[in-house]
């Protein structure tokens, strides 16, 4: 599974997001098996513009509040991301931290499967008891480094071996290329998390390509 979370970069915000979502729409029309494979979390402004726009393409938030539907100005309450189509959220990402608070049961229980993001095993481990639909690692000093979390090997296997069987897991920071993702299955990864490796590539077809096509290559079922 490949989880391109867009942020809010210039590139990710302005009209160049529509020639990044067009490479991944045109990837995904010329090889269905890469649908299942790819979550896109978008800036939350052009969340549902983008599902409206791309609708054979899997979106998610990158982001859920605990708080209800109603008079929560500014926030983002699960069921209104349910209500209109998104089915997963990231929460806790290290550039938007919920932690101490954990209200993943909650969310869950709405209908949003979640994604939590750990710097380390003790916050994962938080977030396995209330049965995350996914748990990733991103040691927060490698985000947009260009150094693959995956030379941290002894790290990531620590993480992924405490969490594989429970909940899927999933690593990132400094992923750029494909033999990133190939280290980060063999470490015992689900999946990864990226971000500027795609957002800021200069040929964005290409580089969808390289990310996802290692999932076909490697297993079918990921
Ligand atoms: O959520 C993914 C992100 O934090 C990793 O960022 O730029 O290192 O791929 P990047």
């Known amino acids: 599974m490949l989880i391109l979370n867009l942020k809010n970069y210039e590139e990710s915000t302005t009209t160049h997001l529509w020639k990044l979502l067009d490479s991944l729409n045109t990837l995904v029309e010329e090889r269905p098996d890469f649908k299942e494979k790819l979550l896109i979390a978008p800036s939350m402004v052009f969340l549902l513009l ?20 109603g008079s929560t100005t500014g926030w983002t309450p699960a069921e209104v991301l349910v ?40 916050e994962a481990e938080i977030f396995l008891k209330s049965k995350a639909w996914a748990i990733a690692y991103e040691p927060k000093d490698l ?4 150094v693959s ?26 992923i750029t290329k494909a033999s990133d993702i190939k280290a980060s299955i063999e470490l ?33 079922e990921k």
């Open 143 to 146: 985000i947009g480094s260009g």
């Open 149 to 174: 979390v995956t030379n941290r090997s002894e790290d990531v296997k620590k993480f992924t071996k405490a969490l594989k069987g429970k909940t899927k897991v999933i690593v990132g920071a400094g």
């Open 188 to 220: 015992g990864a689900d999946g990864v998390l990226v971000a500027s490796a795609f957002v800021k590539s200069q040929d964005p077809y290409s580089k969808g390509y390289e990310l996802l096509n290692v999932f076909g290559e490697i297993d079918p």
């Open 50 to 69: 983008a599902k409206e726009r791309y609708p054979n393409l899997n979106f998610i938030s990158q982001h859920v509040d605990d708080k209800e539907q």
């Open 83 to 122: 209500s209109n189509g998104i089915n997963f959220s990231l929460i806790n990402h290290s550039e938007h931290r919920v932690l101490p608070k954990n209200y993943v049961d909650e969310l869950q229980s709405k209908g949003i499967k979640v994604i939590a993001c750990c710097e380390n095993l003790d």
